[in-house]
Structure formats: C-alpha cells, structure tokens
DNA sequence: TTCCAGGTGCATA
DNA sequence: TATGCACATGGA
C-alpha cells in the first residue's frame, strides 16, 4: 500500500487495503469517534482524524511517526490477505472487511481497556472507558488522554465502580498495582506462550483477555481470541465443542502465524452480521 | 421481565 | 484438571 507523508498528514492512496470504518470498528479499538467527516481515533494521548478522499484516506495528526507505527502501515495486507485466501472459510470474511489493519496499541492502555471489555458490551466498554479518561485523564483540549499510571494509581476501588465498571472495579484497582509500563513492554521479547502466561497471571486476565493484548498489544500474530462470537462462529462452521480452550487450540492450529488476522476478519464479519 | 455482552475468579471435587 | 456459579450494568 502506498502512502505519502507530509506535516500534519499521511495520505493513503487506495482503498483496498484501508478503511476507516472497518479498522475502528472491527473491535480491537474502543477509542473512537464516527463524526460528520469521518472518525477521530485516540491513544494514549494522541489523536488522529481520518478523513475518506476519492482516491483514499488521509489521516490528519500532529504525530505522524506515532500513528505511521500505530496503523501497521508498513505491513503490506494485500499479501496477507492472499496468503489467507487459500482458507475457504475466510473468503467472505475477507471481502467483507477487506480494509481492516491491526493496531499496534500502547500495552497498558490494550490491557485495562480488555479488562473492561469481560462480558461486556461494546457501548458500555466506551462509556466506562471515556469516563475514566475524563474522570483522570490530561485534558487535551477538545479530549482526554488516557490516563498514566500514577493517575490510575490515586484512585480507590469505589472510583472504578462509581465510573460504572462494575465487579471488573476489583480487578482494575489490582492490575494497576501489578503492572506497569515498563514492566509490560520488558516481556516484549518472551515467546507468546510465556508472555501469554504472564498476563493469565494478572488480576481480571484470562485467556481471552490475554490474547486480545498479545494481539492488539504486542502484535502476536499467533493467538487467536475466542469470544462469544468466534464461540458462535466455530460451532456453526466447524464440529460444535462446548470447551473455548479447545477451540482456541484448533483454530491455532489451523492458521498458525496467520490466527490473529484471520480472527479479525471472521469476528468482524461475524458481528456486523448479527447486527 | 429476562437475556446478553469481545469472561474471569474462586470454590469444589 | 475440570466444572459450575457469582459477578455489575445497561440496552434490546
């Protein structure tokens, strides 16, 4: 995919493998906006605007490195995508959400707004989390970054639950006292299974929680998240189990370095369509 | 009113 | 190791 990047913009050219909508609104990303123009996206501190062109995209932004690195731009999807077809499974999926990229998301802010995410749907995962970035986030403006460490650190149990999120207060208020930062990008270089262990091992992480962040995060291509949906998806495809590590462990198998991107396209694909 | 949402923690056997 | 249940909250 060809891009230009100028001062306050990068222009995508071409459509095939970018689509706002599809990127944003594929899961892996809760901190977004659709607007009149488009969408505004933020993490950490940051934000971008992605405006639609009749040639592309452009992405309006004052840190162009940040979000150069943050939307994989580098990462050519069209061979992805071919290598995926042989999947008689994914071709739909793929037509269907042919511009979705995987993010390359700040680990802290991946692993609280996860945390959130448990059992949990997809509108109250972005109250809860704009509440805490306004309840304890710099104020940039016309938003909120996310809020550091130190912030989140200040605060007791009660604030998590006064900000709605519930029985997942406990495990936010534990996490922060778990992890930080620095901690979470030193496990960087461990292979996916330890890595993987390592984050099972923190409050309000399980399996699923776990390879959201290995694959939104830390951008392990080899795991494979199974949520309600791809619970859904496997036993209507394949030969229904009751059991999500088996499932977990069988679709693995099958896509190998390539799980993570073909879990984006068949849980996007799978949503939209119940929607 | 009941069910469900990008599940996890904990007790029990 | 495996199973079952409780857990806040808001929208459909």
Redesign the pocket.
């Known amino acids: 995919m060809k891009y230009k990047i100028t001062k306050n913009c990068i222009e995508i050219q071409g459509k095939d493998d970018f689509s706002a909508k599809d990127i944003l609104e ?3 990303i809760f901190a977004f906006n659709k607007t009149e123009k488009g969408y505004v996206v933020f993490s950490l501190d940051k934000k971008a605007e992605i405006v639609e062109t009749e040639t592309g995209f452009k992405i309006i932004t004052c840190d162009t490195k940040y979000f150069e690195n943050f939307f994989d731009l580098k990462t050519d999807y069209g061979l992805i995508k071919s290598r995926l077809s042989k999947f008689k499974i994914l071709e739909n999926p793929i037509k269907f959400g042919h511009g979705i990229r995987i993010l390359k998301q700040d680990l802290f802010e991946t692993l609280i707004s996860f945390i959130v ?9 972005q ?1 809860i989390l704009n509440r805490l970035r306004e309840k304890l986030g710099k104020n940039m403006g016309d938003y909120y970054a996310f809020p550091t460490q130190e912030k989140l650190l200040s605060v007791d149990e009660q604030f998590f ?1 006064d900000i ?1 999120a ?2 997942r207060a406990s ?1 936010l208020y534990k996490v922060v006292r778990q992890v930080n930062e620095k901690t979470l990008e030193s496990w960087r270089e461990l292979p996916t299974k330890e890595l993987r262990n390592k984050l ?1 091992a ?9 390879d ?1 962040v290995l694959l939104f995060g830390y951008g392990k291509k080899d795991v494979f ?1 199974v ?4 619970n859904q998806m496997y036993n209507k495809f394949y030969k229904p189990l009751d ?1 999500r590590e088996k499932i977990r462990e069988n679709l693995v198998n099958e896509f190998g370095e390539l799980s993570g991107y073909a ?2 396209y068949l ?1 996007f694909s799978m ?1 939209e369509k119940a929607n």
Not at 202 to 210: I, N, R
Not at 227 to 230: A, C, G, L, S
Request: with cysteine; charged share 15%; glycine share 12%.
């Open positions: 594929c899961g892996q995410s448990a059992n949990n749907n997809i509108k109250r995962i109250l639950k709605g519930g029985y495990y099972i923190l409050s309000g992480v399980g399996p699923k929680v776990a959201c998240p949520d309600t949906w791809i059991n879990q984006q849980f949503r």
